[in-house]
Nanobody, 121 residues
Framework: QVPLVESGGGSVQTGGSLRLSCAAS????????MGWFRQTPGKGREWVAS???????DYRNSVKGRFTISRDTSKNTLYLQMNSLNSEDTAMYYC???????????????WGQGTQVTVSS
C-alpha cells in the first residue's frame, strides 16, 4: 500500500463544479494506475473514474462528459474535475491506487481517507 491524501471536497449547489486532488509519490502518480471511488451511507463503494499507466482513462456512465480525471506528475497529484454536479454525486470520494504496475481493471490496493462532496439544490 501507498499513502494517498485527498483534498478539495466541499459543498456546492446543483450545477456547480469542484476539483478533487490526491497527493501521492512521484512513482505512483507518474507510473501507476490511479482512480476515484465514491460511497454514500448504506451503499457500497462504487468506481467513478480511473487512469491507467499509459494514460488511458475510463469513467462510469453517469459521470461521462461531466467528470475528468487527470494527473500532474510535476505536482505529484491526481485530479478529478467535476462539473454539472447534481444531488446523486453527493458522496465521500476516495482516491485509489495500484502500488504495483498493472492495469486498473486488475484492482486497487491503496486508499485515501476520503473527502466529502455535498451537492444541494
Amino acid at each position: 500500500q501507498v499513502p494517498l491524501v485527498e483534498s478539495g471536497g466541499g459543498s456546492v449547489q446543483t450545477g456547480g463544479s469542484l476539483r478533487l486532488s490526491c497527493a501521492a509519490s512521484t512513482r505512483i502518480v507518474g507510473g501507476r494506475c490511479m482512480g476515484w471511488f465514491r460511497q454514500t451511507p448504506g451503499k457500497g463503494r462504487e468506481w467513478v473514474a480511473s487512469i491507467n499507466p499509459d494514460g488511458t482513462t475510463d469513467y462510469r456512465n453517469s459521470v461521462k462528459g461531466r467528470f475528468t480525471i487527470s494527473r500532474d506528475t510535476s505536482k505529484n497529484t491526481l485530479y478529478l474535475q467535476m462539473n454539472s454536479l447534481n444531488s446523486e454525486d453527493t458522496a465521500m470520494y476516495y482516491c485509489a491506487a495500484r502500488s504495483k504496475w498493472g492495469w486498473c481493471k486488475d484492482g486497487f490496493d491503496s486508499w485515501g481517507q476520503g473527502t466529502q462532496v455535498t451537492v444541494s439544490s
